[in-house]
């Protein structure tokens, strides 16, 4: 039972990945699999389930790879605008999280994501990055007055607005995104502490 489902998952994310959502049906998947048609609808209600299970764990493993590579001791607008270029060109790098930017599916994908607790699978990525901002309260980076769930909630925005493109305007991203972590940044920077970024003072 175990070897058929792993056989499911392991074709199903080889074709996502060469031919796409779209373009992959179940058919393609149990033949590519050696199994039958019927036996797929063991395991997954449909081929959404099994995406949406595929691209959670890419995912996590790409949210758990760069933030081993946050440092916590870093100005937190660097920091910040470093980690949403190395999410997005990671995303940008995965044919399976790609298709988070295929504005045809990726309402879909969204929907899917909520509705099976997918932000609950990256807590991990909540709590560390807490940790970071607490720190940079700690250090005097950042304003004491402002709760740390209250600046996550802020830096969520950010993340957020990538889900509005196609109200917005495709040709304003990524650029809106540093855009608003650069406001946002400042508006939180302690007042009595200064840094420099890209050769500016900021206060």
Request: hydrophobic share 40%; glycine share 6%.
């Amino acid at each position: 039972m175990v070897d058929k489902k792993a056989k499911i998952l392991v074709s199903g994310k080889e074709l996502f990945s060469t031919q796409g959502f779209k373009e992959t049906s179940v058919a393609d998947i149990t033949k590519k699999a050696g199994i039958a048609t019927g036996t797929f609808y063991l395991y997954y209600p449909s081929k959404d389930e099994l995406f949406m299970e595929i691209y959670l764990d890419e995912n996590e493993k790409l949210k758990r790879t760069i933030m081993e590579t946050v440092d916590p001791d870093g100005d937190p607008l660097t920091v910040l605008l470093e980690l949403m270029q190395k999410n997005m060109q990671g995303m940008a790098a995965n044919p399976i999280l790609r298709e988070w930017y295929n504005k045809d599916i990726f309402n879909k994908i969204e929907e899917k994501f909520r509705q099976q607790n997918g932000l609950e699978q990256v807590d991990f990525l909540y709590q560390s990055f807490i940790e970071i901002i607490q720190k940079w309260q700690a250090d005097g980076k950042m304003r004491r007055d402002i709760d740390g769930e209250m600046i996550m909630a802020l830096f969520s925005v950010v993340i957020i607005v990538d889900l509005h493109k196609d109200e917005i305007g495709f040709q304003y991203f990524p650029k809106i995104q540093e855009y608003l972590t650069e406001f946002i940044m400042n508006g939180l920077r302690d007042s009595s502490s200064q840094a420099t970024v890209g050769g500016r003072t900021k206060g």
